[in-house]
Each structure stands twice: as structure tokens, then as C-alpha cells.
């Protein structure tokens, strides 16, 4: 009976160890209070931005020239723009963009950046030299010009503005985990799985990337941040989305 109870006992034995593994770290990220401050902060903006709209309905197409630069009051607490839009609609519908294109740029942008910096550093040799050779050519034009270049010969829709930002976004990231890369290629248990017929996507995806998956989380963070600036840095020179 024992024998047969075993293979069913340590699978039970291995969901309790992934779950008790879970549990603490959720309770780790609980004792650290500015994370949890943070999280809070991000879903107080995210429901701001996406249930606010729900309650306080405003016309943010349309302008209203006859309420115009109105001080604040019960009827529009923030008060209006030099076109009627009332402010405080304003900003929830800013809020919706810079958090939708904000969230999906990041993370698009670390999953290319990711994928070809690990790539370049695993492989190495004439292989890495290109790959890197076109990062540093492509680093060496200003992103927020490119940006300006692209929006004024394409209407800068939420979808375009995500696209553009995912495809100029990624080359810091590249550089980063390559570095990455080229360490962790060269450690015993990357060999040891090569030399046992490992192949190199296997090896990339269960060994490079998730050892740099600190990396690529403190990334991601920035590369979310620096896409809210840039939609903030559009939307100033009158090419948001629109």
C-alpha cells in the first residue's frame, strides 16, 4: 500500500511546497511597506482613471466654448479648460492613455528587449557583435524625435502609440540582459544541460531568462515609466493620442 500511495503522495508534497513558497512571499511584500504603499497608490490611480469616468460623466469630445475657463465649482470641481472640457473628466481620460499605453509599451518593450539581448549574449561571437553593433546604431537617435517623426506621418491613435513605443523602447533592455547573458552561459549547470543535448532555446528560456527575471521586473518598472513621459511629452506638443 505504501508503495502504491507514494507517486500520488509527492505531487500533493510538491503543490503544498510551491504553495507554502507563495505564501511567503506574499507575506515578505506585505512587511515592506513602501511596496505595499505603492500598490495601493497604483490601484487608487487605475480606479481613478477607469471607474471615476462611471460616476462623474463629462464630454471630453466635444468643446463648449460658452463654459470656457470656468473656476472651480460643485458642477465641475477643478474647473474648465480655455475650450469648456471640463478638468477633472480631463484628467481621468489622460489618466485611461498614460496607464493603457504606459502598462502595454513596458511590457512589450522588456519582452523584445529580453528575448534579443538574451539571444545575443547566449550565443555570442560574430552573432552577438551584429546584434549589439545595431542596438548601439539605433541608441544613437533620439527616441522622442523618432516619436515626433513617426506621429506626424501616422495618426497617433492608443494602438499606434503602443506599437511605436514597444519597437524604440527595447534597446536599453537588450544591453542589459545580454550582460546578463554572458555571465550566466558560462556557469555549470548551463554547460552541464548543453552537454546533456540540451538545445539553445531551452537553455535561453530555462536558464538565462529566468535567472535575470530580477533584471527584467526592475526594468519593466522603468520602461512603463519612461512610456507615460513620453505620451506625457506628445500630448504637450499637441501629437497625443487622439
Excluded at 471607474?51 to 460623466?57: H, N, S, W
Excluded at 544613437?140 to 524625435?145: I, M
Excluded at 513620453?230 to 499637441?238: E, N, T
Aim: glycine letters at 10%; a positive charge.
Amino acid at each position: 500500500m505504501t508503495t502504491a500511495t507514494a507517486p500520488i503522495a509527492a505531487p500533493a508534497k510538491a503543490r503544498t511546497a510551491r504553495t507554502s513558497t507563495k505564501l511567503q512571499g506574499l507575506q515578505v511584500f506585505m512587511e515592506n511597506k513602501l511596496a505595499v504603499f505603492g500598490v495601493c497608490l497604483i490601484l487608487i490611480l487605475m480606479a481613478f482613471s477607469f471607474i471615476g469616468p462611471m460616476f462623474y460623466v463629462t464630454d471630453q469630445v466635444h468643446t463648449d466654448l460658452a463654459n470656457s475657463a470656468l473656476a472651480p465649482s460643485a458642477e465641475h470641481p477643478l474647473g474648465t479648460d480655455m475650450v469648456g472640457y471640463d478638468q477633472l473628466g480631463r484628467l481621468m481620460k489622460g489618466g485611461q492613455t498614460s496607464i493603457i499605453v504606459g502598462l502595454f509599451a513596458g511590457i512589450f518593450a522588456t519582452t523584445i528587449g529580453t528575448l534579443y539581448g538574451a539571444i545575443a549574449g547566449f550565443v555570442g561571437g560574430w552573432i552577438d557583435a551584429v546584434m549589439m553593433r545595431i542596438v548601439d546604431a539605433l541608441m544613437s537617435v533620439p527616441v522622442l524625435f523618432l516619436f515626433m517623426l513617426i506621429a506626424t506621418m501616422i495618426p497617433p491613435t492608443v494602438p499606434v502609440l503602443i506599437i511605436i513605443m514597444s519597437a524604440l523602447s527595447w534597446l536599453g533592455t537588450s544591453r542589459l540582459i545580454r550582460g546578463e547573458a554572458l555571465s550566466l552561459r558560462t556557469r555549470e549547470y548551463v554547460v552541464a544541460m548543453r552537454g546533456m543535448g540540451g538545445s539553445m532555446p531551452r537553455a535561453i528560456r530555462t536558464h538565462i531568462v529566468r535567472n535575470t527575471i530580477g533584471t527584467v521586473i526592475v526594468n519593466a518598472t522603468f520602461q512603463v515609466a519612461d512610456a507615460v513621459l513620453y505620451v506625457a511629452y506628445l500630448s504637450f506638443l499637441g501629437l497625443g493620442a487622439q
